[in-house]
């Protein structure tokens, strides 16, 4: 059974940092590429960022370039998201996502995680 | 980048009815967009990919439709399980933006 399981989220004040953990399981994590997703409270869902199987390609939303960092240990079956100078507007539930075909849309999300950044 | 504009953005139904969610693309992204469903408190689930593909275990009530800038999804016959959010997904190119949401009430 596929399974992502997200941690790290938390409560942060105005410009600290928090590194989000996606762990996977039930399928050849290397194989994928993956995604990381936010919904703010009441909002829809905003893709963050995304990174290849092998992470030679690494994309971010304009609304986090320079401040997050997406990374993979495919040894250790796992994701990372690594957000730096946190603002209120990162204030959300962060999801990691599998990419199974890189055009076929999202086919498995973890549970999420909660970011709150506010003093 | 692509902006996708789901409309309704909310919709009150029954059970029994049909139902029709439409996305527009501000410009044309072939066949790669995917359907989600989202209940309060949960992660999305994908429902369709490449348009019109439905995803494994998907009930067939489900559809979708479109190719280009022009995407619908249809509910056949709304059944209690089906109140929720739904959001439409472009995966043309990066980055790959949500539409804005469907809601689905109970009328």
């Known amino acids: 059974e596929v399974q992502l399981v997200e941690s790290g989220g938390g409560l942060v004040k105005p410009g600290g940092s928090l590194r989000l953990s996606c762990a996977a399981s039930?399928?050849?994590?290397?194989?994928?590429?993956m995604n990381w997703v936010r919904q703010a409270p009441g909002k829809g869902l905003e893709w963050v960022s995304s990174?290849?199987?092998?992470?030679?390609?690494?994309y971010y939303a304009d609304s986090v370039k320079g401040r997050f960092t997406i990374s993979r240990d495919n040894a250790k079956n796992s994701l990372y998201l690594q957000m730096n100078s946190l603002r209120a507007e990162d204030t959300a539930v962060y999801y990691c996502?599998?990419?199974?075909?890189?055009?076929?849309?999202?086919?498995?999300w973890g549970q999420g995680t909660l970011v709150t950044v506010s003093s | 980048d692509i902006q996708l504009t789901q409309s309704p953005s909310f919709l009150s139904a029954s059970v029994g009815d049909r139902v029709t969610i439409t996305c527009r693309a501000s410009?044309?992204?072939?066949?790669?967009l995917a359907w989600y469903q989202q209940k309060p408190g949960k992660a999305p689930k994908l429902l369709i990919y490449?348009?019109?593909t439905l995803q494994s275990g998907v009930p067939s009530r489900f559809s979708g439709s479109g190719s280009g800038t022009e995407f619908t999804l249809t509910i056949s016959s709304l059944q209690p399980e089906d109140f929720a959010t739904y959001y439409c997904?472009?995966?043309?190119?990066?980055?790959?933006?949500f539409g804005g949401g469907t809601k689905v009430e109970i009328k």
């Open positions: 996502a599998r990419d199974p075909y890189g055009s076929a849309g999202f086919d498995y």
């Open positions: 490449a348009a019109s």
């Open positions: 410009q044309g992204i072939s066949s790669y």
């Open positions: 990174i290849s199987s092998s992470s030679s390609y690494i």
């Open positions: 997904q472009q995966l043309n190119s990066y980055p790959p933006d």
């Open positions: 039930g399928f050849t994590f290397s194989s994928y590429s």
